[in-house]
């Protein structure tokens, strides 16, 4: 994404290009990530309700049932932050409290380490043009500074351990461990040998 100078920062987006702006979700930013989803919803139907809903629901509201809800926290406030390239919607990541994605609770893997007004940034999707271009980590960056400004005390997510092979999309959506330790966070609890929880402190000031 080549540009002349650099646009002014947005939520703590690093490195933005002129042409690129993150931005918070609302009601009337619906389309655009509706357009960014695409009509399979971001993977399989998906439509970032995975971590937030139980196995059974989220199986009943694949597809249609997803997006609804979705939705509907998008017309409540923003559950996620958009980046536009060059005025087009081009990435995405959920950040909101760690409390609201139930599946950590279930999760033997995730289950939550202590710690109090903890957001977690789980899911990320970014468009196929976008792919490699450093979109993740500038959306990282924006959910940490987004979360802090909301009072959260320490932002989480929970990355893929890299691996030498090439995976698919659907298999990267909660980002590499390797783009959350350059962005400052610290290994918390690792459960799986794949799937770590990463945590970075939020420090007012």
């Known amino acids: 994404m080549a540009a002349t100078r650099a646009a002014p920062r947005r939520f703590g987006a690093r490195a933005a290009t002129k042409s690129t702006r993150i931005v918070p979700v609302t009601a009337g930013r619906w389309p655009d990530l509706e357009q960014l989803f695409g009509e399979k919803g971001a993977c399989a139907g998906c439509w970032c309700m995975w971590m937030r809903l139980p196995t059974a629901e989220f199986r009943r509201g694949k597809g249609a049932g997803n997006r609804s809800a979705l939705r509907a926290l998008v017309a409540k406030r923003p559950p996620g932050l958009i980046a536009y390239v060059g005025g087009e919607p081009a990435g995405w990541v959920a950040v909101a409290p760690r409390a609201e994605y139930v599946r ?100 007012r000031g």
Request: glycine share 8%.
């Open 104 to 203: 950590l609770d279930n999760s033997r893997v995730l289950a939550p380490v202590e710690g109090e007004r903890v957001w977690a940034a789980p899911c990320f999707y970014i468009h196929r043009a976008h792919r490699g271009s450093g979109l993740t980590a500038m959306l990282l960056e924006a959910a940490a500074a987004y979360a802090k400004k909301q009072g959260a005390r320490a932002i989480e997510g929970y990355p893929n351990v890299n691996r030498a092979e090439r995976q698919p999309a659907a298999f990267v959506w909660s980002g590499f461990e390797s783009t959350f330790k350059r962005a400052g966070f610290s290994e918390i609890a690792r459960r799986s040998p794949t799937r770590p929880i990463l945590r970075k402190a939020l420090r």
